[in-house]
Every structure is written in C-alpha cells, then in structure tokens.
C-alpha cells in the first residue's frame, strides 16, 4: 500500500532563506507527483507536477525534483518571502490506479519577516 | 473561467440528516473528485468520476453517494449525517490523470 511522508510537520525560517521540503513515498512505482499549496481556510493550489519519466520541474523560485528509486521528492524554494508562509502538500497518483491521488500530511511553513 | 466552485462554504448538520454538497467546473475537466481532510491529516479520496455517468469509490466511500449525470457538475450525498463525517470537503477535476484543479472547500460539521 503506498504511504505518503512529509518531515518535518512544521518549518519556521527567517526571510530570504532558501530551504527545501521532503517528500518520501513507500513504492516506487508512480504515474506523476504533484506538489500544491494550502493557505488556512483554504484550497490546494497545484505548484508543480512531475511524471515518472522526469526528474525536475522548475516554476519561478520553486524546482522540485524526484528521485523515484529512493521514493523521494524535494521542494526547494529559493529566497524565501512571507507571502510563501502556507502548508505544502505533496502527492502521489499510483501507477496503475491513475484515478487517485495519495496525500501526505503536509509541511507548514512559516517564513519570518 | 470560475474553475471549481462548492456550496455551501459552511454547514452545521444534525447527527442522522442527509444533504448535498455541490460541486461544479467550468473547465470541461472529464475527471472529477470528491476527498476529504480532517485536522492534521492529508486529503483521503472519498469518490471519484471519469466522465459522465462513470463513478468509483475511493480510500473512504462508506455514508457517502455521489452521481455524474453532466461533465460539469459532481453532487456528493450525506446520508444519515455522523459526527465523523465532521471534516472539510474538496472537490477537484482533472483533465485525464494530471494536474487537478481544487475548490475552495466546505466546511461540515455534525452535531
């Protein structure tokens, strides 16, 4: 059964820091990864999506990359401004089941002014 | 385009009633889902839909329903309300298996 981790459970840094979050998964075996974005109260907001064929998807100051053999994800976000303060979440679509997407619990990321 | 758009944003239902949560896209998505999230947790896959008057249950189907009789709209059924099916409720759509779209959420509470 594929299991989706996200460490840590909460990131604070100071602005202007580049940092990176962690996304691991159990089996290898994926269609695509998506990573999103959740202000409170609110939507998820799709940042990027990365096939199995890919090994990095680049969108402005975010690149998240995927190593599918270690079953590992990073989001990493360069110079890192207040308004990024959110709960990043990351996905897995299955290969095989591709109607589904399995959620890990999420990073909650504070970036201090 | 409004992308996806749920009502209600907010509702408090009594333990044993029944209601539906609307959801509707605009974007002629074929794909669409129904999860939900509790306090901490990630998103669980109740239903899901690959086209009109196609659906398949997911992760959490048990106390829920849904139907898809147009493309753009994927109505899910409360029956017989339980407090733990407290928990806020995202529909989302897809074109095929790639990136989903979300809306902005219902927020149920079963009291």
């Known amino acids: 059964k594929q299991e989706v981790t996200q460490i840590p459970a909460a990131l604070s840094v100071p602005e202007g820091e580049n940092l990176v979050l962690n996304c691991s998964f159990t089996?290898?075996?994926?269609?695509?990864l998506q990573w999103f974005r959740q202000d409170p109260g609110k939507g998820l907001t799709s940042l990027l999506l990365?096939?199995?064929?890919?090994r990095e998807q680049t969108s402005g100051r975010l690149n998240a990359s995927l190593d599918k053999s270690s079953g590992r994800s990073t989001l990493y976000i360069a110079a890192s401004q207040p308004g990024d303060s959110a709960t990043y979440l990351c996905a897995v679509r299955p290969g095989g089941a591709t109607n589904k997407l399995i959620f890990g619990t999420g990073t909650l990321l504070a970036v201090q002014p | 385009n409004a992308g996806v758009t749920q009502t209600p944003k907010f509702h408090i239902l009594k333990i044993g009633q029944s209601m539906t949560l609307q959801c509707t896209q605009d974007m002629n998505h074929n794909y669409m889902y129904w999860y939900r999230q509790d306090p901490g947790m990630g998103l669980k896959l109740i239903y899901y839909s690959v086209g009109a008057g196609i659906t398949d249950k997911g992760e959490v189907p048990n106390g829920y329903n849904v139907s898809r009789s147009t493309t753009e709209d994927f109505p899910l059924r409360l029956e017989l309300a339980a407090p733990s099916q407290t928990s806020v409720y995202f529909c989302?759509?897809?074109?095929?298996?790639?990136?989903?779209?979300f809306g902005p959420g219902t927020r149920l509470t079963v009291l």
């Open positions: 989302a759509s897809s074109y095929g298996p790639d990136t989903q779209y």
């Open positions: 089996d290898s075996a994926i269609y695509n």
């Open positions: 990365i096939q199995s064929s890919q």
